[in-house]
Each structure stands twice: as C-alpha cells, then as structure tokens.
C-alpha cells in the first residue's frame, strides 16, 4: 500500500462522520485507520452506517485510543473541537476540522455570533477556510483546514464572482431552503417525522450564524456585504438551495453575470453554472446533487425591479462539508483534486 | 328545502372546482344544482373527486347544457370566462370568477402581464376583487366577484396592514414556496413524479404575474409597492408559504407591526397571527393549514439588518381559491362568514 | 348549553388525544372539561395541537386534578390505564379506553402477547371491543369502550363479512403499510426525519401484536383464523392500509364477495366499497381519508392464483383511534353516529 | 483509447437509458458512440439527463442514423425490440435487452401474458435471461442478453437459493412496493405529482406479468412455483421492496434458510443478506441502495403461522435494469464484474 497515507475520524457516527467514510474508503491515495465514537465503540461502522455494508469492516473505537496519524478530520460538535485541539495538534501532521469552532478568523466575532467564549483563540488565524475555489493556494501549503459551513459554502460561492467584480450593491438576502440531515444525527421532537415531514417551517427567520463566515470571506475590497439570512426547513433529507436577492449596481446587465462568473469558475471541477432556455432543470436543483461535491450556480435579472435572482445549490454533506474535506484534503496533498468525488449524481431521484 | 340559494360551478373537473364542490356540499344554505365538465359529461363528479364518495350522486353535464341559477361559480382556466361571460350573466343572478381574467381592473396592466387581449375589458371595474379582508363591504353589494390568485392573496393580507399603516419601505420581495396542485390537473413533464418529487424548483425567479394583483391592492394612500416575487416548487401537493423581506420604516419595532395587525383583522375569523416563543410551530406553516380557510401570518425583526421578515400561509385550493370564494358568497348573501368553512385542519399531517 | 355531557381526555398531549379534541371541539353535544397531560401541564393545548388555535382557549390540567365527568375518554401508553382504571371509574360515569389493556377479553391472552402481568384482569370483560360495525348494540348498553387497534381495525372491518358468509380459508396473510404517526408523538431515531423520510421500513416482518385483537374478533362460529401480518412502515404521516391474501373457499366468485360486503355493511355510513372500473382511485386509498372516519374496502380475486385479494384503508388516527372512539360515544348517548364525524376528506393531498 | 470497445445506446431518453449512460460514462473500458431519441435528435444528452452536466458532450441522434458499434444496449418500449431486432443485429456484435420482449423463452406464454403476438419467435431462445446470479457462464458466451424485469429480478433472486434448496412450498405471495420510476418518463394523469405524491396505490393487486418470468426462472427439478404478485405504488421515485410471504417445508429453521443463501451467493459481489439484531437498518431497504447494484435480502420466520417472510430491495433502474445490463456486459467482456458499478449508495437520503 505504498503511497497511501492514513487518515482517521475523530467523530465518525453523525452524518458528516459517516459521508466523510464513504468517500474516503474509495480513495486510491487513503488509508482510514480509525473511526471514534464514544457511543458505538466497538460496534461495527454498518450498524451506523448502512450503506458502507460489504465495503469495510471497520469498528468504531473511543476516542482516547486515538492514535498517530498523517490527517486527522474533526467532525465534532460545534464547541467541542476548540477544546481538544491541543491535544489533537499531537496526533497528527495535519488536520481538517468540519465543525464550527475555526472558521472565523477573529475571535470576538466568533464569541458574538456563537455566544460562548473560545478555548483556543490563538489559533484561529492558523486555520485557512476551506473552499478551495476561494483559497486553494493557502489550502495547499496549510497544515489545519477549517471547513466551511453549508450554508456559507452555497452563498458564498454564488456571490463571490459578483462582489470580486464590484456587479451587486452590499444589501443580500439570503433566503435559504434546507434539508433536515443539516441538523444532524440526534432525534427531537423538531426532526419527529410526522412533525417534519411535509414541513415548510421558519426555523430561522432571522439571525443565522453563517452570515458571520459569509460577511468574513465576502469582505473584499473593502466591500462589506450586509447579509441577511432567512432559513425555511422543507421536506428534503439532503440538499440545500439558496435564492440570493441582490441589487445589482447600475448598467449591470445578465452578460457582465455571466462573463464574472466565467472569469472565476473557468477551470473549476466542482462548479457548473445552471441556466438552462430548456428542459426542467433550467435552474440549479438540489436533488440531483445528491452525493455529488458540484455547486450549482444560476441567475435571473429582474426585468421589472432593479433585482438579480443568484439561485445555487449543494449537496449539503458532500459540497457543504464532507467532499469539501476530500476535496481540501486532495489538495493539501497535491492529488488530482477530483479523485474520489467523482460521483455524477442521479436522475430521476 | 327553504332559503337554499341555487348554485351551479362552471368548470368543475379541476382541482377549484373540486374544492368547491367539497365545501358547497356541506353549506347548509345551498343547493349545488349543475356541475360541468366537458371531458366526464355523464360520469359521476366521484370519479374525479373520489372523496366525495358517498357524499353526491351528482354527474358531469356538458356546458352548453348549464341552466339558469341564483350563482355561478367560474372555474375556467385563464382566458375563458373573459369570453363567455357575457352569456353567463344571462344565466346567473350572480357570478363569481375563480379565474384570472377580472382581477385587474385596467385593462392594458392585464393585457401587458397576461400577454392576451381583454375580451370583455368594459366588465373589468364591474368585478369587485374578492378578499373579504380588504373589500368586504363592496363585495356585499356587488353582483360579480373575483377571487384573488392564491400568490396574491396571502401576501397581501400578510402585507396589507404594514402597508396601511406606513410602516415599511416600498421595495418589497416576496420569496414564495409553492405546491404541485398549483399548476393545475392536468399532468406534463414538470409535474411528472420523478421529476417533481422531491424538487426544489425555482421555475419561476422573477416575473410572477400576482405581482399585478398585489400591487393593485396594495396601492393605499399614494403608496405604490415594488413587488418582487421569486417562485419556487417544492415537494407538496397543497399549501403555500410565502416568506416577504421587507425594510421596515426608521424606528418601527416589534410592537408597532403587531399592533398594525391587530387593528386590521382583530375581528377577523380567517386570519391567525402566529409568532410563539415554544413549541414547534412558531410561525405559520402551510401543513396544519390543508384543508382550512385560514390564514396564518407571522414575522420576525431582523436585529442586525434593517429587515423585517413576514411569513404567511394558506391552503392555496381554500383560502387561495375555493375557500375565498365561499367566504364572498357568505358575505354576498348575509350567511354567517364562516359556514362551511369550519374545517380545523389535522396536526399531525 | 343544555343538553351536552362533560366529557374528560385523561392523556391529551399525543396524537390520540390531539384528534380526539380535534372531533369533541365541534360535537354540539360535548362539553370538553378538562384535558390533562403532565409534560405540559399549565400551556395551553394549542403549543401541542396548533391546529387548535383559535378554536379553544384550554389549558393542560395535571391527571391529579382531574374532576369527575359524564365522559372519559383515556389516551394513556399501553399499560396505563390497566394501573389506573379503578380510580377513574369513580370520576366517570362512562369510560372508552383507546389504548391496548381492554381490548383482549382473556387475560392470558393478553399476556402472552404483551409480554406484562394484566393488573386488572376483572374488567377485562367488561369493555365492549369498540367496532361499532360489529357491537354496535353491545356498546349501546355499555359502560367500558375499548377501542380496537388501528390495525386490528381496519384488518377486521375487511375480513369480517368474507369470514360471516363462510367465504374464505383460515389462513390470512396481511400486508400492511404503516404511517409514522402511528408510533406516537415521543421522537426516537427510528422517527427521526433523515431516517424515516422515504423509508420502506420491514420494522415488523411477523409478530404483530394485534393478531390477538383479530383473531379474537373473527373467530366466528367455530372459525378460527390463522392471522399472519406484515408490518411495512412506509413514507407516510398518517394513514394506514393493509393488502390481504385469502385463499376463496371453492367455487366462490366476485359476485359472492360483492353480497357479503352488501349484507353486512349496507347501512353502515363509514363503510364504503371501493372497486372501480375508471378513475385514479379505483381502489381504497388512504391519502384521501386524511381526518375522515371512513374504513373504505375493495377486492379482485386472482385468476391465476386460487387467491383473493381484500385492500382496505382508514385515517389511523380517526377510524382507527380517535373517531372510532367518537362513533363509539355517539352510540352510547344515542346521538346520530355520524355526529361530528362528517368531514369528507381533501383531493389532491 | 486501447481496450475500448464501442458501445451505442437505442433509446436513451428514457430512464433505463439515462442511468446506462451514467453508468456507461465511468467505465474505463467502454467509448460510449451513439445515444439515439427521435424526440430529442439533435439535443445534449444532458437536457434530459441534467446529472450528467460537465460529464458529457455527447447529442442524441434519430435511430436511423445508428452506424455499427461493438455492443447495443436496447432501451425501446416494449413490444418494439422484437419489431427491430433482425435489423439491430447486423449493427452490432453483441446486444442487450432492457425490455421485456425476449426474456420469456416461449411464445405462446409471452402472448398469453403480454396480450399480442411475438414478431421474431425464433429469437426468443437465443436471448440469455440476465441475471448474472443464475445465468453467468451462459451470459459469458451469448451473443444477445435479455434483461430481467425489475419486479422479477428482485423476487427471483430473494427465492432463488430457497427453491434451489427445496425449503418451501410452492405457493409464493409477492406484495411489491414499488416506485414512479419504473412507469416510465411518460407523463400520465396516473404520474400526476399532486395524485401520486402520498399515494399507496393499489395498482395492480393481481395479474402482474412479471410473475411470467419469474415462474420460467424459479421452475427448477420439477418445481413449479404458483406466484401471486401484488403490486402497490408508494411515494418514492426509484426502489423497490418485495415482502415474499411463503410456507417453509416441514422443519425448516431459519439456520436452513441462512445456508441456502450462503451456499449460493457467498461469492456474489452484489447480493448482501441483511438481517441484523441491531441498527435501525435491520432488514433491506430500497432507500440507501439507490444508485447501487446492490440486491439486499433478508428474511424472518414466524413463529406463529407456519410463515416465512422474505424481504428484498433493489434500485429498480440499476440492479433492475441498468446496472443488470452492465453488470451483463462485464461478463460478457471479461471485465472485472464491478467495474464502473462500484457505488456505495447513501445515507442519510
């Protein structure tokens, strides 16, 4: 198995723990020496993860057997991360966190919008964000990795092209459709299906802690983006969709969109720009990304208000977390940056 | 069978003229006298609306055969009753009109969204728009009805009561959630199951032709809003939410926006504001609302952007269509507001 | 408000007690005094049944303070009410039992498939089995309703005329696709929302526990049934609908079927045979009995197989729980059976 | 582009043709040539496949133009192929069948079942049935395959090893739940989201004629299995579980059932036996095999009635039709029988 470096998973039972698995146990370049989980340890990664049946015999182990290894990801509880990375920074060369804890890169910021004091500030500017679309040059020569949010992923990567090419005035809205595996794997009387299946629920009408990343890497230029973020649950298990309303600035017409978002996303593997005169898919759609770590990005101008519609979608546990790690990963050690995140995704779904 | 009003629905196949036939049956005032249908002329109405199995043993007639009545419901697809009608009113004392074609009363806005020329365009201002909420006193006296689309109806009651107090902005965007009974009974590709299943459908970004309507309605006292609506599908039959970004006026608070909605619909049996500190439903959610004639509006202050969210439901076949209409004929004819329209709607569901 | 009985839910926080409110709040001959729940006791009813609001301003009461009523109705967990039933037939004059303790008539029965020790196994001959189709007299005279099983309901409303006319063999093969209301209100990660959406669960492959109700409802004049079930939970909130495999005894035709069903539920007003020629529904459906207290039932015998196929549906929550239960009080006051129980069902849902 | 053999598709508009070129598209060894669609002829391939955006450049041709090619997949609506098929095989060295039309080896039972006549009856004993479980060493050396039914693949390979092994008796009960993929791209009233969205239809509770095959396939040393199928459409777009209710021979264990099914598959690749003490994923399940071409069987003895209970699933347009037919192709190729059929499936979805 020359070649191969090992990789383990602190945090392996919840859904990012588990898509993280799956896509790394088909990847040419990845051994995956341990799973943790305090709950299951010592149980079969089937039994929490069906899907992975007949493809490996890995047991979940507790996380204090955690032993050395070349790649560590992270995929704890928001809070939790922060605690142990100093004990972490010991296991392993490098580490690519999933969770929350260092994506922002200031600390008051983080303490404002997560209403907890952090742990471990001073390493907050080691952490580079980890959409490679945006900061693949810094991904590349990091050590740690912070991933980013769904939500932030999805927005940011539909609005980048726009502020970097000054098209569209600082007022965003964010008006965000979600899935429930978002929330995780822990049952409540929020995720009881026949409270949520069928749901159209305001969750969030406002207040959205992923505004803070999304403010944080569209602060460009000295353009500071004023974002304001509105999330509906629907009935959908994976995928995330987001309808964008921005102002475009004067004179901006639908070809000054189209020739941004060419000028960014030219070579990207991940980003196709949807915008179809036919078909039924003429706009981005979250169900077709299912397993798959595209972004899908598309726009309509507002012939009637001064409007430009950005809608884009993910995959919220490949695109807005798991590939997004693979994909850092690829980087950060110079693989082809597609290798195992191949999947095309299905239709009809 | 004293004081029964005879009633007749033009059109009675679809997903309206279903509706109504359910509520109608049950209206202790009336006696549904003809239904038409000129595809199942001769099958009995259960064959369409198997619900009502058990309930009627009427059948289909072929239109031409339609015989004088107190009212007609009209419930043609856009475009038809604009022609017809000028024969209908030969055989109704009253008329109300579920379709599209009498909702502006001028006549070059209708033919500017609607692409068509008005047929009948001298009847426009003869049609009073049929939200009970803002025009009960009008449609009390009036002889013909139309009944607002469903997009329109729940935005503006979520918006009228803002707008007739001065407190918001112009700029108004309204981001609206939409189910499949929307689009009608008849099947095409885009409401084919494998495809529509589970979709997250922006089929339409901007462009919305409610926006006439709600700007109609919504042009108080000089004001004149700039709606902006984008649409998309998600995966429900029935329902319909709309979550409207609006910028509320320097120093509007909390307080001032519940105050607005309890000055306009204190009295009102139809509208629910909801906006809870516990439980799961905190905000209106179209699911507890299929099958009711309620609508639910809450809202939410954005403390970090100058944005106040509003967020209103209906049954888009109740509420949205057949319901509003029934609610008219109870004002028109001095019958309690709410007979027949008592449904609760079921939780869970 | 002369007239009306005071009518109690012991047990008012779950989906049982949600639809037994639900029917009593627009029954003119009830007065609901008192809803109790422990969890939630002091908040109104509408934080758990926002279906509710506007309809009734009740608060939960604690199960101590309950006071004595004509009425009480009891939707506790399986186990419950056998613990308590001595105490509460001091506060009522009347008592229906919607959970499992008296629906078996032999305690050891009931023990051998409950698994626990019956605590009051006197009045296990007390209550009247609460299918009004089949004990309608009995439940006339009596003071104890328990209310059959949702499965065992509709399972039994299929069967029993086949069985009465001596129609089919003793081996009966029950296929039944469960919604997930049927679980209850308390979420697990069996109900949890990523899991539970789209699954086509084999939660119960053999086992079920009411084949004991079943077979003691249709062992007939020395017929004794040989009941089999299959329990698939599928992707639905409520509803219910079982596929039953008989073997006709010889020479037996449709025709034969089509008599049984006549005979026995001619006159029966929530009974309705469903076998159509056209149409979408041409067989029973449980998506349009949402809220109804229909048990529709249809069949096609096999012409290759000796086997005759039986398809019956209900609203586990209104046939097959909470208006059962109603049906059941409706005869014992001798109020019209349908009182209450008149919605027809919604198309589409 | 060594090693590669030419590959063309007739019919790829459809969903059995969409998923071939999925599928078709990540195998190393296969240059995929034509794609044909007389309604779409001249369109991207990805107008209608819109997963396969970024993947392929590839426009589908009229079928008159199909020039020579290595190996035709046939995806035509039934009762065409045959109507093609002397034509076809001078355009191609080998061909698989998706359809139905050559996988019945008799004429007269393919007229009985499919009510019309065989257009190329001397063909129908050349055609291997498709199933690599049963017919690898013949598929290996034919020239033309015929695909399995979906229904029919799933049933005859969860009853394969039992019958092969004498265990049960011949009276066979198949209750399927099946998805809206497998009634085709063509809209319908019947596919009609806002009816077939919730639905559990009973569309067809006897006279399935995929029992045809699977009576051809399971008669084996004598036996003659009687197979009584009953197929229900649930709300799910692609999948299918079959509940197979049987009777077990006289002292039969569930040890003996466990053996059958690892003496015959132990070294299949695609057949999994799930039955597990724990997990929420204890028996198959369709929703995590989407994608996959896996076939998932389980089975549960009940110890009541002398029952046993077989559960399977399979994706019905891989396992079911395209990945089958590939599945086919590596063994008729030599190929390592995997390839390009790798997916792991999903979970959460």
Redesign the interface.
Known sequence: MRNKISVSILGGSG?AG?ELL?IL??HPNVEVSQVTSRKFEGQFVT?????????TSLSFIGPEKLERCDLLFVALPNGESMNQVMQLINKAKKIIDLGADFRLHNKSIFEEWYKQQHISPHLLTKFVYGICELHRSEIKKSRFVACAGCEATVSILALYPLIKHNLIES?I?I?A?MS??QAG??????????????????YM???HRH?AEIIQELSINGFIP???I?A?A??????L?V?C?VSPKRNITEKNIWSSYREVYRNEPFI?I?K?K???????????L??TN?CDI????????N?L?I?A?IDNLVKGTAGQAVQAMNVMYGYEEITAL????????
């Open positions: 859904y588990g799956r146990l088909q039994v929490v993860h069906p899907n992975l049946r007949k493809r007022k809205i008006d459709k429930s595996s794997v822990s049952p409540t009387l929020s995720s009881h299906h026949p409270e949520r299946a069928g749901a159209v629920r305001s009408p406002t207040g505004a004023d974002i304001a509105s509906t629907i009935d959908m298990v994976r995928g969709l309808t309303h196709r949807v179809e036919r078909g039924l898919y003429r706009y981005p759609e979250p169900k077709i299912q397993g595209y598309g726009f309509e101008m507002d012939s009637r208000s409007r519609v809608i979608a191949e999947f095309t995704g299905l239709h009809p779904i």
